[in-house]
C-alpha cells in the first residue's frame, strides 16, 4: 500500500506551532495518526479526519504555549500533551466514550445550573420580571457585601445610562402601634418611590410613594401589603390615612 502524507498545510501549521525542539516529533505524531486513518478509511476520509485531528492539536499546541508562558515562563508539559495525544489515536472507541460522557457531564451540569438558578434567583412575578437586576457591592479585599449610603445610590441614578430605572431599600422591623390596629411588630421596608414604578403594579386603594415624598421634611408614607392590610387592619378601607 502507498504511504500517503499528511495534507501540506497540516504540517506547516503544526511546524509553526509547535515548541522549539519538539517539531519534528509533533510531525511524527500526524504521520502516524494519518497512516492509521489510511489503514482503516478510504485516502479521501483519512485527510478529512487528519485534517480535523490536526486542527484539535494547533487548538492544544496554542493552549499549552500559554500555559508555558504564564506558569512556567516557557518549559513543560509537552511530553505529556504527546503521550495523551498518542493514547487518543490508539484507542479511538476510548476517545469517543470519553467525548460522550464530557457531553453529557457538560449538558447535565448546565441543566442544572439553570434549575438551580431558577430556584435561587427566581423571575420576578412582575411584567417584564426576567428584566429586573440587583446590584451590590463587596469589598475588593474581603468579597465581603459592603451596604451603600444614599449618597451612592443618588449618584448611581443620576450616572447610570443602561439602566431605565434604579431602586434602593432596606429591610427594618418596626412596632406598629395606632388606633383600632393589631399592635406588634412588622417587617418593613424602607424604599425609594422609584420601585413603585419598577413594578408597575397599581395600588388597590390610595397611591404609591412619589418623589415628592423623598425630599427633606416630607411627612413620612407607609403603603400597606395586603396581606398586612387583612391581618392588621382588617382590610378595612378607612386604613387609609391612618396615623401609625
Known sequence: ??????????????????????????????????????????????????????????????RTRIYMLRIYGGSGVMQDYKLGFRMLVKFPGLTLAGGLALALAIGLGAGWYDVMSDVLHPRMPFADGDRFVEIQTRSAATSRREYRVLHDFA???????????????????????????????????????????LVAVPPLHGRP?????????????VVLGYDMWHQRFGGRPDAIGQTM
Not at 485516502?43 to 492544544?60: C, I, N, Q, S, Y
Open 1 to 62: 500500500m502507498t504511504h500517503c502524507h499528511p495534507p501540506w498545510w497540516a504540517r506547516v501549521l503544526l511546524r509553526c506551532l509547535a515548541p522549539k525542539g519538539d517539531a519534528e516529533d509533533v510531525l511524527g505524531d500526524l504521520e502516524e495518526v494519518h497512516r492509521i486513518h489510511t489503514q482503516r478509511y478510504n485516502p479521501l476520509a483519512a485527510r478529512v479526519l487528519t485534517g480535523l485531528e490536526t486542527l484539535d492539536m494547533a487548538a492544544a499546541l496554542v
Open 155 to 197: 449618584a448611581w441614578r443620576r450616572d447610570a445610562r443602561s439602566l431605565e430605572e434604579l431602586g434602593a431599600y432596606r429591610t427594618v422591623e418596626r412596632n406598629l402601634v395606632g388606633d383600632d390596629v393589631q399592635s406588634g411588630p412588622v417587617a418593613v421596608a424602607e424604599i425609594t418611590a422609584s420601585a413603585f414604578r
Open 209 to 221: 410613594l412619589l418623589d415628592a415624598d423623598e425630599r427633606p421634611g416630607a411627612p413620612s408614607v
